[in-house]
């Protein structure tokens, strides 16, 4: 089962990175219009008016999109932003304690708007509701992969909860400083 636990985060991570090169692409590709259209109107005078519709807002949808889809396994690799100043001083038991609190109410909070955003996908789908930019896209599309990052988050941190319940570290213990040692 951890194998495809692993491979679920993996593959959520892997998702996001492709989104994130899309984004790279679509904003170079708009930049060499751009450019191209500047050249044209030093030319002739007049620009030819190069662009791709709704480019600003294609490339909010992917990092919406690289964000929720990459929660999870930065979870798992330890690279969530962690206040660890207190629970680092805490004796072994206490810190375990802490740690299950934490982890617990992470996961009802990721379970509470993972549940959310799904009632919004369906009522996004159910209405019909559209996005108001050159290109008209049904919002519904957008927000999938909002909903399923989040899923895939609130998946990991029961993973990580039921672990830690029976005695295992946290997945990014001791992640914190191989980060600061390298």
Known sequence: ???GLNFVYQAAGGLAAVFI???TLLVFA???LNLADKIA?????QGIGLTIPSYADFTGFFLAAATFLALAYTLRAGGHIRVTLLIGHLPEASR??????????ALLMSAYATWYIVLLVMESAEFGDR??????????????PVAVGLSVLTLALADELVCVLRGAA????GKDENLLNE
């Open 170 to 173: 946290p997945s990014w213990e």
């Open 96 to 105: 375990r304690m802490t740690e299950i609190a934490v982890i617990l109410i």
């Open 131 to 144: 996005s108001s930019g050159m290109v008209s896209v049904p919002l519904w599309v957008p927000q999938v």
């Open 21 to 23: 090169l899309s984004i």
């Open 1 to 3: 089962m951890r194998r």
């Open 30 to 32: 708009q930049v060499c």
């Open 41 to 45: 109107a030093g030319l002739f005078g």
